[in-house]
Structure formats: structure tokens, C-alpha cells
């Protein structure tokens, strides 16, 4: 394996878009909550599709609120909550079985905040791996983003809260910061490989 790979220079994200087209879930961990959103944004821009985008932390509408990102007109933006997180999956899972989309849950965080810590591991990992499966049958991408931080053995948790990054042979998983002007993206994956893709900002 290649200790030191290239930059793969990718401002339209088209190979970014063909790495997440390979993997379902993609996880995206950060450690700075705009720059997540930003990310996503890049990513969103980017896509013909229509995008299901579910704002758990409200981060995200709240920067497109306030104009620090611009909205796109092909996002539907949901605000699930406890109370009606089973029918939103439920309208999605109709809808991604149907049509092509890209779908994002962010977060990880604010997903497992809806949950007490005995029924979200098993109940969060479940809805997002059956999502998952559906969205196969047209070929539909989703992105998970997290907050997160990296442990002094090398892995990643959830930050704040210490949980576990889901672990899947099907995941994709990476990480994104920044370099100047530009954003990183980095893979994480278990399968040993390593790819570092950057994107220019305007």
C-alpha cells in the first residue's frame, strides 16, 4: 500500500462521487462543524440528483438560514425528531426504492442524541443499514456525516460522546479538514486502501 499517496485534484467531485457510488453508507468525519457543512454543500452542488438531506443538528439549515451557505433548490431539507423519525424513514425508504437520489443524514451525533444509550447503538446502525439496502436497488448514494475525533490507538469516536464509528465492509469511510483554500478529503477505509482527494474553493 502506497504510505503516502498523491492529492487527487477533484473540484467537480466526480471521482469523489464515483468512490461513494461504490459504498453505501459513505461516512464523512470532521472536526469542525462548518467545515462539515460546507462539504456537504460541495457535494450537493455537485450531483444531478435530487438530495434528501436530513438535518439532525439543524447545523446545516441553520447556515443556509443565514446565508453562510446558498441553498439548492433540489435539496428537501427534513427536521427529523423521536416522534416522527419512523415515518420520515419511511416516506425516504418508499422514495429511494423508486428513484435514484443522494441522501444525508447529518449527523451521526444528532441521530444518536434522539436515543438513550441502551437503544440507539443497535436501533441507529439498523434504520441506516436497511437505508442503505434499499437505496442499492436504484443505486442511490448516502452520506452519514459525524463530528468526530481520533483515539491515540488510531480509531475514530464519535465527538462528544466517545461512540464507535460504524464498522462495515460496505462503508466507506472518511475525513475531511482543510489546507488553505482548499478541502481534503481523505479515505479511511478497512480494506487497506488509501486515496486523498482535494477540492479548490472559489
Excluded at 17 to 36: D, G, Q, R, T, V
Excluded at 47 to 66: A, E, M, N, P
Aim: aromatic letters at 10%; glycine letters at 4%; one cysteine or more.
Amino acid at each position: 500500500m502506497d504510505k503516502n499517496p498523491k492529492q487527487i485534484l477533484d473540484n467537480n467531485l466526480v471521482q469523489i462521487l464515483n468512490e461513494f457510488s461504490s459504498k453505501n453508507p459513505n461516512i464523512i468525519l470532521c472536526s469542525e462543524p462548518f467545515m462539515k457543512s460546507q462539504f456537504l454543500n460541495e457535494l450537493i452542488d455537485s450531483v444531478d440528483l435530487h438530495v434528501i438531506f436530513l438535518d439532525f443538528d439543524l447545523l446545516y439549515t441553520g447556515y443556509v438560514v443565514s446565508e453562510m451557505l446558498e441553498k439548492n433548490t433540489r435539496v428537501e431539507i427534513y427536521h427529523p425528531k423521536k416522534d416522527n423519525l419512523e415515518e420520515i424513514f419511511s416516506e425516504i425508504a418508499k422514495k429511494v426504492s423508486v428513484k435514484k437520489y443522494l441522501v444525508i443524514l447529518d449527523s451521526f451525533n444528532g441521530l444518536y442524541n434522539l436515543f438513550t444509550e441502551i437503544e440507539s447503538g443497535i436501533f441507529v446502525n439498523t434504520i441506516i443499514m436497511l437505508l442503505a439496502s434499499i437505496a442499492s436497488q436504484k443505486n442511490s448514494i448516502i452520506v452519514v456525516s459525524a463530528m468526530a475525533r481520533k483515539m491515540k490507538n488510531g480509531g475514530w469516536v464519535l465527538s462528544p460522546g466517545g461512540r464507535h464509528i460504524i464498522n462495515s465492509t460496505n462503508s466507506g469511510i472518511y475525513y475531511v479538514n482543510s489546507e488553505g483554500k482548499s478541502l481534503i478529503l481523505k479515505s479511511l477505509n478497512y480494506d487497506g486502501s488509501l486515496k486523498i482527494f482535494r477540492i479548490d474553493l472559489m
